[in-house]
């Protein structure tokens, strides 16, 4: 009988190791598989990237609280809010879709997202149009006429360039008015490079007026998509 409890014995150690080993691989793979995932900002998150959608909220105006690196109620609350306007889905989490929107690069602190590819230069100029046509419009409007820009380069009818696009003739009155050669708002470069990182407040549009101002019958005639601030935005 003692001889024969022996193999048992050894056949049991290996099943348990057996058991063990595959148990153990799992755990591993898992949560490999878990750490390799990119984390997102949500209630209770920490750190830069919390920080910079903070600034962000605060320059839309939906987050009133401190920039302080901690994703709490408010936080969630100003993220909902630019998910709603954006057409998201609104679960309060910044996910990498929400980022984007905001101009923040998932898991890092600069901001460069999936918008249109752009030299400084062209930066610098988008800015300055900005900031002469939309200088004491709300931010969101700020990002709107930069959108503007944006969309008339990738519309057939208009320039293919920035520089095109803005310098072309009877396109933008600040460029005759003398505001173009004013110093530019430092909220402009914010607005341009959000703009330029995908958000487009605008819904698309390719015109902008201010109804109160212009004498141009023919912009009255297209098709508005919607208002901010002093601006009708249309197609």
């Given at each position: 009988m003692?001889?024969?409890?022996?193999?048992?014995?050894?056949?049991?150690?290996?099943?348990?190791?057996?058991?063990?080993?595959v148990?153990?691989?799992?755990?591993?793979?898992h949560?490999h598989?878990?750490?390799?995932?990119?984390?997102?900002?949500?209630?209770?998150?920490?750190g830069?990237?919390?920080?910079?959608i903070?600034?962000?909220?605060?320059?839309?105006?939906?987050?009133s609280?401190?920039?302080?690196?901690?994703?709490?109620?408010?936080?969630?609350?100003?993220?909902?809010?630019?998910?709603?306007?954006?057409?998201?889905?609104?679960?309060?989490?910044?996910?990498?879709?929400?980022?984007?929107?905001?101009?923040?690069?998932?898991?890092?602190?600069?901001?460069?997202?999936?918008?249109?590819?752009?030299?400084?230069?062209?930066?610098?100029?988008?800015?300055?149009?900005?900031?002469a046509?939309?200088?004491?419009?709300?931010?969101?409007?700020?990002v709107?006429?930069?959108?503007?820009?944006?969309?008339?380069?990738?519309?057939?009818?208009?320039?293919?360039?920035?520089?095109?696009?803005?310098?072309?003739?009877?396109?933008?009155?600040?460029?005759?008015?003398?505001?173009?050669?004013?110093?530019?708002?430092?909220?402009?470069?914010?607005?341009?490079?959000?703009?330029?990182?995908?958000?487009?407040?605008?819904?698309?549009?390719?015109?902008?007026?201010?109804?109160?101002?212009?004498?141009?019958?023919?912009?009255?005639?297209?098709?508005?998509?919607?208002?901010?601030?002093?601006?009708?935005?249309?197609?």
């Amino acid at each position: 009988m003692k001889g024969k409890s022996i193999p048992v014995f050894k056949l049991l150690l290996i099943l348990v190791l057996n058991i063990f080993v595959v148990s153990f691989v799992s755990y591993s793979f898992h949560y490999h598989i878990q750490d390799s995932l990119p984390a997102l900002s949500k209630m209770g998150s920490r750190g830069d990237e919390v920080i910079q959608i903070q600034k962000k909220l605060k320059e839309y105006g939906v987050y009133s609280g401190n920039i302080d690196g901690i994703y709490g109620t408010q936080t969630e609350k100003g993220v909902r809010a630019v998910q709603r306007y954006n057409g998201l889905t609104v679960d309060g989490i910044a996910g990498p879709q929400t980022l984007r929107v905001m101009g923040i690069s998932s898991g890092s602190s600069s901001s460069s997202g999936g918008g249109t590819s752009a030299s400084q230069s062209d930066i610098n100029l988008l800015a300055r149009i900005i900031s002469a046509e939309a200088r004491g419009e709300p931010y969101e409007g700020q990002v709107a006429v930069g959108a503007v820009v944006l969309n008339r380069v990738e519309h057939p009818s208009f320039p293919d360039t920035f520089a095109g696009v803005v310098y072309q003739p009877g396109a933008f009155t600040a460029i005759t008015d003398g505001q173009f050669n004013q110093p530019v708002a430092d909220s402009a470069y914010n607005a341009a490079r959000d703009a330029l990182n995908g958000w487009d407040p605008s819904g698309g549009a390719i015109y902008y007026y201010n109804p109160d101002k212009t004498s141009n019958k023919w912009i009255r005639t297209r098709p508005v998509i919607k208002r901010i601030g002093n601006h009708l935005f249309a197609s």
